[in-house]
Nanobody, 115 residues
């Protein structure tokens, strides 16, 4: 299983960006998908995630009401739609997929929020 991250970029405060995570083969090969973010010098932070085989989603308090997960199972991809961005959202974002004890990571994608 391989995860390919895409999207991100530069946005102004209050703006929007989307990051995507595509699963090689089939998204059904993993049980859950999560997005983390990391700022230099800080620990990686769990931002959002969902159960592939169910409807459960979870969001960090810092992004609730602003970030939303969109699933596209036909194309084996999930998107993290990020709205009303603020400066504190600047980070490298990583997608992560898990199945049992196996954990897969996509490459990081930079999100920069700046005026």
């Amino acid at each position: 299983v391989q995860l390919q991250a895409s999207g991100g970029g530069l946005a102004q405060p209050g703006g929007s960006l989307t990051i995507s995570c595509t699963v090689s083969g089939s998204i059904w090969n993993i049980n859950d998908m999560k997005w983390y973010r990391q700022v230099p010098g800080k620990e990686r932070e769990l931002v959002a995630g969902f159960a592939v085989h169910g409807s459960v989603e979870h969001y960090a308090d810092s992004v609730k009401g602003r970030f939303a997960i969109a699933r596209d199972y036909r194309n084996n991809v999930a998107h993290l739609q990020m709205n009303n961005l603020n400066l504190e959202d600047t980070a490298v974002y990583y997608c992560n997929g898990n199945k049992g004890q196996d954990s897969y990571w996509g490459q990081g994608t930079q999100v920069t929020v700046s005026s």
